[in-house]
């Protein structure tokens, strides 16, 4: 069984940074593509980037130039670093896991997901 436990969330004024790290148990890490999604009060659950097992990346529109992910296979940890914020961006952020070497943008398309780790910008 994948377990995903995410940390680094908090509060933060506008403009300033987070990183976010999501520990992935297992032995095959490598093997999987990860995906950074969040959802804010009263709104569907978004894509806000994805990395595949191949280090290929994809981040959103809204959060381009602002956002990066990562990964460091020897950790088992992928990481969201967050710049520039905005009060929009508060929400509850999860990281989702599943194997394979494609690009996964649909939450349906993950298998394994992380409790959460709420981040709140205040303007």
């Known amino acids: 069984q994948v377990q995903l436990v995410e940390s680094g969330g908090g509060l933060v004024q506008a403009g300033g940074s987070l990183r976010l790290s999501c520990a992935v148990s297992?032995?095959?890490?490598?093997?999987?593509?990860m995906g950074w999604f969040r959802q804010a009060p009263g709104k569907q659950r978004e894509l806000v980037a994805h990395?595949?097992?191949?280090?290929?990346?994809h981040h959103a529109d809204s959060v381009k130039g602002r956002f990066t992910i990562s990964r460091d296979n020897a950790k088992n940890t992928v990481y969201l670093q967050m710049n520039s914020l905005k009060p929009e961006d508060t929400a509850v952020y999860y990281c989702?896991?599943?194997?394979?070497?494609?690009?996964?943008?649909?939450?349906?398309?993950?298998?394994?997901w992380g409790q959460g780790t709420q981040v709140t910008v205040s303007s």
């Open positions: 990395i595949s097992s191949r280090d290929i990346t």
């Open positions: 297992g032995r095959t890490f490598s093997d999987y593509a």
């Open positions: 989702a896991a599943r194997r394979g070497t494609s690009w996964y943008l649909s939450e349906y398309e993950y298998d394994y």
